[in-house]
């Protein structure tokens, strides 16, 4: 089955797919990592994102449209989840007619909630692993050595948009453009909500359960 993870930055939309996608062997499509990928190689695309993304603003539909749909028909037999796409209406539509071309759905629709105070905690204290990506938090999940990576000792950063100014534009921006989203797929079937403001642990298995209940 095919699965959509959306919510506001910092949600934990990154961790739990990730976990999801390792635990089930569906395909995580991350978009805001192809993007930083794209930045980080310079290919046309990355150099015509890179503003945007540091401005905490959406990158241009056209281009994010087309990557993810590289990414997807990559291989057409996996199932994939996809976190962080689409993030507003036209992006969905777009997203509707891909599928349609290509002759695949989605299963679940996941929308996943938290109050902004704990966005705003998760965002600031979030370091990420240079050479593998996985994400850890300051607090929540701290490294067990300062500024390295348990899973590959790769050195951890933070992201240029977790500064405190372009997280506060990245909700604005989460508000004007992703969160009409919700009434978009709301009444769709697969659509679920889930409380995403618990322990990883507990949102986890609250994810599990909207997918594969
Ligand atoms: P993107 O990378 O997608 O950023 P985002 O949506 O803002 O989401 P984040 O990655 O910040 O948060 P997340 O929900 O994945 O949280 P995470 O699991 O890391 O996009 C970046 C940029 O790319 C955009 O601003 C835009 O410019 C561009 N872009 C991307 N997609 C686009 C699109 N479709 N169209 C146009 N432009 C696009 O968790 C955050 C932290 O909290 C971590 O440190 C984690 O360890 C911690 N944490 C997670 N869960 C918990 C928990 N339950 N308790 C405590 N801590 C937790
Ligand atoms: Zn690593």
Redesign the pocket.
């Given at each position: 089955m095919n699965v959509i993870l959306f919510?506001?930055?910092?949600?934990?939309?990154?961790?739990?797919?990730e976990k999801l996608a390792g635990e089930t062997g569906i395909k995580h499509l991350?978009?805001?990592?192809i993007?930083?990928t794209a930045v980080r190689e310079a290919t046309d695309a990355g150099i015509a994102?890179r503003a945007?993304?540091d401005a905490?603003?959406?990158?241009?539909?056209e281009l994010?449209v087309a990557m993810?749909e590289d990414s997807i028909i990559e291989d057409l037999s996996q199932n994939f989840l996809l976190?962080?796409?689409?993030?507003?209406v036209a992006?969905a539509e777009a997203l509707n007619q891909m599928l349609s071309r290509h002759g695949l759905s989605i299963g679940r629709t996941v929308f996943?909630d938290a109050p902004e105070d704990?966005l705003l905690e998760?965002?600031s204290?979030?370091?990420i692993c240079k050479a593998c990506g996985f994400?850890?938090?300051r607090q929540?999940?701290p490294p067990s050595k300062s500024g390295i990576c348990d899973r590959c000792g790769g050195e951890l950063y933070q992201?240029d948009?977790?500064r405190e100014d372009v997280i506060a534009h990245?909700l604005e921006?989460?508000k004007e453009q992703t969160a009409p989203l919700l009434d978009y797929y709301r009444h769709k079937a697969g659509f679920r909500m889930i409380d995403?403001?618990?322990?990883?642990e507990?949102?986890y298995a609250a994810l599990k359960e909207a997918v594969e209940g």
């Open positions: 919510g506001p930055p910092g949600v934990g939309k990154g961790t739990q797919g991350a978009m805001g990592d993007l930083r994102a945007y993304m905490g603003k959406l990158v241009p539909d994010v993810i976190d962080g796409f689409p993030r507003n992006q996943m704990s998760r965002l204290g979030r370091l994400g850890f938090h929540y999940s992201r948009d977790d990245r921006v989460y995403a403001s618990g322990e990883m507990t949102v």
